[in-house]
T-cell receptor, first 111, second 114 residues
Framework: SQQGEEDPQALSIQEGENATMNCSYKTSINNLQWYRQNSGRGLVHLILIRSNEREKHSGRLRVTLDTSKKSSSLLITASRAADTASYFCATTNFGNEKLTFGTGTRLTIIP | EAGVAQSPRYKIIEKRQSVAFWCNPISGHATLYWYQQILGQGPKLLIQFQNNGVVDDSQLPKDRFSAERLKGVDSTLKIQPAKLEDSAVYLC????????????FGSGTRLTVV
């Protein structure tokens, strides 16, 4: 079963704008991860945030985690055409390394 | 470092036929996973190995799917007999042991059952 639900399901923005995607999950987590998937390809790990962290940065990526609301957001700043992809959040629970994925957000960057 | 290798890249079979997928994880990664991704959905875990032992196969349809990991390295996933609803991308991933490492995914095998 899917643990996370991403919102929105699809997002189109102009190149250079910021893109924000949200993820909600159902049960307590150990960590939350974000992955990117280009069409027809495998998933690429972007960033991992632990349950005791609230914010994390990596290059143009900023991830926040609110465990009280069971939600996370991924912000991509100064978007580029190459950022066009599907983005998935995934969670692990305590005592289990299994990653459970959400339904994904399809991001399209318009040149 | 070399990535996770999967083959074949694409496979088309008729329903009721059998098919096998192969995965070679990153050297040193003890944990290996097979995921099924149906078009438009997120990946769903089929089976998780640690070394050559099964950790979780609760979502593997065992009447038709089987998987093994020989000597704790390469792994194969088999479907016999295939159904139309098995059409999906089958992704293999590996990771280091521990709860704070991301997974490295292969490019996947796209299976079409006709």
């Amino acid at each position: 079963s899917q643990q996370g639900e991403e919102d929105p399901q699809a997002l189109s923005i102009q190149e250079g704008e910021n893109a924000t995607m949200n993820c909600s999950y159902k049960t307590s987590i150990n960590n939350l991860q974000w992955y990117r998937q280009n069409s027809g390809r495998g998933l690429v790990h972007l960033i991992l945030i632990r349950s005791n962290e609230r914010e994390k940065h990596s290059g143009r990526l900023r991830v926040t985690l609110d465990t009280s609301k069971k939600s996370s957001s991924l912000l991509i700043t100064a978007s580029r055409a190459a950022d066009t992809a599907s983005y998935f959040c995934a969670t692990t629970n305590f005592g289990n390394e299994k990653l459970t994925f959400g339904t994904g957000t399809r991001l399209t960057i318009i040149p | 470092e070399a990535g996770v290798a999967q083959s074949p890249r694409y496979k088309i079979i008729e329903k009721r036929q059998s098919v096998a997928f192969w995965c070679n994880p990153i050297s040193g990664h003890a944990t290996l996973y097979w995921y099924q991704q149906i078009l438009g959905q997120g990946p769903k875990l089929l089976i998780q190995f640690q070394n050559n032992g099964v950790v979780d196969d609760s979502q593997l349809p065992k009447d038709r799917f089987s998987a093994e990991r020989l000597k704790g390295v390469d792994s194969t996933l088999k479907i016999q007999p295939a159904k139309l609803e098995d059409s999906a991308v089958y992704l293999c991933a590996s990771s280091l042991v521990g709860l704070h490492y991301g997974y490295t995914f292969g490019s996947g095998t796209r299976l079409t059952v006709v």
